[in-house]
């Protein structure tokens, strides 16, 4: 019997290279091993050095390309030297950009502080913005090899969600930027540009506070987690289709679909839904 052909026998993201950011642990780490499986060379942009190199050197030890550069994403300094080590070790070209980094800062909106507003908003509008900006030179080319930027954004920011105001208006805010994306670079350059809008994944933001917390740029510590979270799944799946709550690799397929040459025809739109996806 003849051995089945392989529609993609170097994997669907051969000889491509990808940022990925907020990739040292949870959906952006499993997305990055997922791509590295599919043949690209991942770029781990993580505000956590020790995490991102670990991550890094996990996804090398299981045959893949992974280079780890950390560094504040609302920096602009760190933003440059983000697009610029990934350039060098994309071989000069960069193919996939995923705006996955953030996290949210929540209250109701009487209570929200403008440093939290504008911490949010910062880091999931304006860094994707920028870092999109410093990419462009690597997208507007004419080379016919497929370009893709994948910004993730969650059902709040489609539906609403109470005390969230900052973090539902960046994550709407992110669809009107693909969008443009798509209609500025999509007619000449073929870059595609896509959402996808998360609903409920269990990972270290959606259960319960366990002890853990992010570093914030200016050093504070920035508890996550929140009662009632995802583990405590049976409080949350009534409205899920498949009656479970996602997971970081759920998550992760999700993106490398969007990405991948099956969605070759697929720009300007938004996945997801309260069905977890």
């Known amino acids: 019997m003849a051995a089945p052909k392989l529609n993609f026998p170097g994997g669907m993201l051969a000889g491509q290279t990808a940022i990925i950011t907020g990739a040292a642990q949870g959906i952006g780490a499993e997305t990055a091993l997922l791509f590295s499986r599919e043949g690209c060379r991942v770029v781990i942009a993580d505000i956590d050095a020790t995490k991102a190199e670990a991550t890094a050197q996990s996804i090398i030890a299981d045959g893949g390309a992974a280079l780890a550069v950390a560094g504040?994403?609302?920096?602009?300094?760190?933003?440059?030297?983000?697009?610029?080590?990934?350039?060098?070790?994309?071989?000069?070209?960069?193919?996939?950009?995923?705006?996955?980094?953030?996290?949210?800062?929540?209250?109701?909106?009487?209570?929200?502080?403008?440093?939290?507003?504008?911490?949010?908003?910062?880091?999931?509008?304006?860094?994707?913005?920028?870092?999109?900006?410093?990419?462009?030179?690597?997208?507007?080319?004419?080379?016919?090899?497929?370009?893709?930027?994948?910004?993730?954004?969650?059902?709040?920011?489609?539906?609403?969600?109470?005390?969230?105001?900052?973090?539902?208006?960046?994550?709407a805010g992110l669809v009107g930027l693909t969008k443009t994306v798509a209609q500025e670079w999509g007619p000449e350059y073929g870059v595609r540009a896509n959402t996808v809008a998360f609903g409920a994944i269990k990972t270290r933001l959606t259960q319960k506070p366990t002890g853990d917390f992010i570093v914030r740029p200016d050093g504070e510590k920035h508890a996550v987690g929140f009662h009632g979270g995802y583990d405590e799944e049976e409080k949350w799946v009534g409205d899920i289709p498949l009656r479970r709550i996602g997971t970081p690799t759920d998550a992760a397929r999700a993106v490398l679909g969007v990405v991948s040459p099956l969605f070759s025809y697929m720009t300007g739109q938004v996945s997801g839904g309260r069905g977890g996806m």
């Open 72 to 171: 504040d994403i609302t920096s602009n300094e760190c933003i440059e030297e983000l697009v610029q080590k990934a350039a060098t070790f994309g071989g000069g070209k960069l193919h996939i950009l995923v705006n996955n980094a953030g996290y949210a800062w929540d209250d109701p909106i009487e209570q929200i502080k403008d440093k939290q507003w504008d911490t949010i908003i910062s880091l999931h509008n304006t860094a994707p913005f920028k870092l999109i900006r410093a990419a462009a030179p690597y997208f507007m080319v004419k080379d016919g090899e497929p370009r893709c930027i994948v910004n993730i954004s969650s059902t709040s920011g489609i539906y609403g969600n109470a005390g969230q105001a900052s973090y539902a208006l960046a994550k």
